[in-house]
């Protein structure tokens, strides 16, 4: 009688022990899925930021080279300007049109690359906040099945016991 009893619990204890393990491998299986994802989306966000940097520096040298432009052609308004009045009065003129729209042109440039930077940043925005809503679901995912593990392993624990219980009972009454 007690080696069928220690045979019983041996088996029992291997099966758990088995049953516990197949948990544990799952899970390690998820964690690494959850890691991968994490990776590429640090990847992506490395890739975005690197392309909004891009257009932060191409803004910069734009603006740079209107500033240098406007103060080259100020010169030489001024030098012209002690040399010949009438004339720089008709060069002024048409200048003045030409330029403004040059300025205008470049002005509607820039406040659309403004747009698009702005527009850029909302979207890093909201893929910083995808990416934080994941992980919490994912976290709590992970959280709900460790707690079903957790739970699944008790009531093995206590039936087992329970058999255990009923089987030395058992053997008493007999």
């Not at 990847?43 to 909004?52: R, T």
């Not at 520096?57 to 103060?71: D, K, L, P, Y």
């Not at 909201?126 to 679901?137: C, S």
């Not at 995912?141 to 219980?165: C, K, V």
Request: aromatic letters at 10%.
């Amino acid at each position: 009688m007690g080696s069928d009893s220690e045979s019983l619990l041996v088996c029992s204890k291997f099966h758990f022990e088995e049953k516990v393990l197949e948990k544990l491998v799952r899970l390690e299986h998820k964690m690494e899925l959850t890691e991968g994802k994490m990776k590429k989306w640090e990847d992506s966000f490395s890739s975005k930021l690197d392309k909004m940097d891009s257009a932060v520096r191409q803004t910069n040298e734009f603006v740079e080279s209107i500033g240098i432009i406007h103060a080259q052609e100020q010169l030489r308004f001024n030098d012209s300007y002690q040399e010949i009045v009438e004339r720089f009065k008709i060069q002024s003129k048409n200048a003045t049109n030409f330029y403004g729209e040059q300025m205008k042109i470049s002005l509607e440039s820039l406040s659309l690359r403004i747009q698009e930077f702005g527009v850029a940043e909302k979207n890093r925005q909201k893929a910083l906040e995808l990416m934080q809503y994941t992980l919490y679901q994912e976290q709590q995912r992970f959280n709900d099945s460790f707690d079903l593990i957790l739970e699944n392993f008790r009531l093995a624990s206590n039936e087992t016991i329970n058999e255990l219980i009923a089987t030395q009972q058992k053997g008493r009454i007999q």
